[in-house]
């Protein structure tokens, strides 16, 4: 395994995890989650915290979209289980979320961000270390790891480029055309041969 973890299986992992209808699956599976699906595994530091809320409820807001994509949304923190849906019994005033439509897993070890790589370090966290950066992985159909993005705590992510980049790797797998810089659904992509960026930037270099 390498440290990065892109082109490798997902790290498969069993936990309890909150369900959409907000009952608590003590032995949430991973890998039979998403099996013949994308995956989108979101970790986040921290229930109840500042720029958290924002993301899982922006994530929500998304879900159809996402959904219509045939993604499987994954949110991991190294909460309980019964914290998670604490707060998604907390009103949006009072810094909740509400019922998210997404499955909410449960770290309490740190096990399973120290298997993604992303288990924050002593005297460079908000929160205490240990607990899960700011990361996402998305996975193709094979439980493959497409893309991974990770941003400090203070800086909340854009679940639009998430979307883009599920779209991009749709794209490819549908078309064998690579997606350049600034690709959105619609726009053309790219043969991956000297001819085809060639093409590809005279018709498009303005636009870059």
Known sequence: MTGILIGERAPNFTSAAVLPDGTIQSDFELHESIKGKYGLIFFY????????????????NRYDALVDLNVQIITVSTDS???????????????????????????????I?????????????????GVAMRA????????VI????IN???IGRNIDEHIRTVEALQFFEENGEVCP??????????????????????DNYESL
């Open 113 to 129: 961000v120290t298997s993604y790589g992303i288990r924050s370090i002593p005297n460079n966290s908000f929160y205490d270390s």
């Open 146 to 149: 497409r893309s991974l993005s």
């Open 45 to 60: 530091p921290l229930d109840f915290t500042f720029v958290c809320p924002s993301e899982l409820i922006a994530l929500g």
């Open 152 to 154: 400090d705590e203070p």
């Open 81 to 111: 289980p019964h914290a998670h849906r604490a707060w998604r019994n907390t009103e949006l005033v009072d810094g909740g979320i509400g019922q998210v439509p997404f499955i909410m897993a449960s770290d309490l070890e740190g096990e």
């Open 181 to 202: 810089a600034g690709w959105n659904k619609g726009k053309p992509g790219m043969q991956n041969t000297a001819e085809g960026v060639s093409k590809y930037l005279e």
């Open 136 to 143: 996402t992985f998305i996975t193709d159909r094979n439980l």
